[in-house]
């Protein structure tokens, strides 16, 4: 099959919440966008599917959440620290401004094919799935596109700036030469796997809420995941879980349902091989530097977090947010260069560092042991619940930084702009 060469404005690599944001905000501000996407649906698996009140006042804003919600999600007022019985630190989301007064779960499938619905309004939009970016395009030295191939076939993308928007493991970022600087403060192995509840204690949960369980150095994440599962996440120290494996799956089970009674009924019946599980590799890690000549990275691919506090969404939301207008200007300036592009690097990076420092904090909270963890902590929590520094914190993890706003003075589309074939 011959190679599909495409001209575009901007290239952007990754169809993850990153990618789709940018590309719909700069749709909307009459710039084109070619999406290169190596997967052909968004039906993989393990995505974080825990969204902060930030991301969803900009999805809201944006115009893409409602139709997101309604193909389904459940809603979660707290996020609660549990011991036991006992529950050390409950943060209440329903102390913040409505609407977003709470924790979204909902599977990154339903906010992706609903971002992609509104790019796919726009005649300058081209979604490239089914291929896989393995090469980059460069002229004098300077990133001019992307080679990409797969199923749907060869493609080449030639563009103004190519954005890697390719996650975690960014191959953009390796074929730009560009370290990862991954950290180990947050190396972990996460045992990830889901039970079904059915309608199982339906009334019960009408209040949800995401659930750390402190077993001893291993907390375990508890949320419902639309429509009637429940998802679970055990960490433990990177490597350990060889050490747990290596004494057979009824003894990972026994484990298991020793840190989350509630689930230890479902866990016995439901989890039958080691294929019901899946080990995750997680860790943090902030890239060198997150542009050069043609290229600029974002979300995780420019700074990965661990799942501790669910950032990682909220993050590539609002990193796509404050590129945008930066890329509106690039190309009206003519200027794709690493000097102009950093100036999202150095706008950013305070943010990311001061998100970084509190996950820090919780992850001390979610393995810390003692009689000051569990007695004196949780009198404290309650205590701080009513002073300022409560708030403080609350925002910060709901928002990352509250003052991102939608750089809507670019846009010259208002929602009237239907492709007509
Ligand atoms: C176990 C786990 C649980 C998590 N839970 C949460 C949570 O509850 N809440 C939260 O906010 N965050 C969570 N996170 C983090 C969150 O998932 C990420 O931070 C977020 O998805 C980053 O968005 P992104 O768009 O930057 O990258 P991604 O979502 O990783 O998207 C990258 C995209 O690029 C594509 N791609 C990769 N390589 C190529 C290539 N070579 N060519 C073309 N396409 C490519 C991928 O297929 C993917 O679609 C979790 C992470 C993990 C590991």
């Known amino acids: 099959m011959d190679t599909e060469e495409i001209r575009t404005d901007i290239c952007v690599v990754g169809a993850g919440p990153a990618g789709l944001v ?131 076939g060869a493609v080449e993308v030639r563009a103004h700036c190519v954005v890697a928007a390719d996650g975690r493991f960014s191959k953009v970022r390796r074929l730009a030469g560009i370290e990862a600087g991954r950290s180990d403060m947050f190396d972990l192995d996460v045992l990830w796997f889901k039970l079904t509840t059915g309608d199982r204690d339906r009334a019960g949960r009408q209040m949800r809420d995401v659930r750390v369980y402190r077993a001893g150095g291993s907390p375990v994440l508890v949320y419902d995941s639309w429509p009637d599962r429940v998802q679970i996440g055990w960490t433990l120290p990177h490597k350990g879980y060889q050490q747990v494996a290596a004494r057979g799956l009824e003894y990972v089970k026994e484990q298991l349902a020793l840190a989350v009674p509630p689930y230890a009924g479902l866990i016995h019946e439901q989890i039958r091989s080691p294929r019901d599980l899946s080990l995750l590799d997680v860790f943090s890690g902030r890239a060198e530097r997150w542009a050069d000549d043609g290229l600029v990275l974002i979300g995780d691919a420019a700074h990965t977090h661990s799942p501790i506090g669910a950032q990682g969404i909220n993050l590539a939301v609002q990193d796509a947010v404050l590129l945008h207008p930066l890329l509106v200007e690039s190309l009206r300036a003519g200027d794709a260069g690493a000097a102009f592009l950093s100036a999202f690097e150095r706008k950013r990076a305070p943010d990311i560092e001061r998100v970084t420092r509190l996950q820090g904090l919780q992850s001390k909270a979610m393995l810390s042991h003692g009689a000051f963890a569990t007695r004196v902590r949780p009198k ?38 239907r492709r007509s074939r």
């Open 22 to 152: 940018l590309a719909l905000l700069l749709l909307k501000s009459g710039v084109r966008v070619a999406v290169v996407e190596r997967a052909r649906a968004h039906q993989r698996e393990f995505r974080g599917e825990i969204l902060q009140p930030g991301a969803l006042a900009l999805l809201d804003r944006l115009g893409v959440l409602a139709g997101a919600r309604a193909r389904g999600a459940h809603e979660h007022t707290a996020f609660r620290l549990v011991e036991g019985d006992r529950v050390l630190l409950d943060i209440d989301y329903r102390a913040l401004p409505a609407p977003h007064n709470h924790l979204l779960s909902i599977p990154q499938a339903h906010v992706l094919d609903e971002l992609l619905l509104h790019c796919e309004k726009y005649d300058g939009f081209r979604y490239l799935d089914g291929r896989r970016a393995g090469s980059l395009l460069s002229e004098d030295g300077r990133i001019t596109g992307v080679g990409a191939d797969g199923p749907s």
């Open 380 to 417: 404290l929590a309650r205590l701080l619940k009513y002073t300022p520094v409560y708030r403080k914190v609350l925002d910060r993890i709901a928002y990352g930084n509250p003052s991102v706003r939608i750089a809507e003075e670019c846009f010259v589309h208002h929602g009237q702009e």
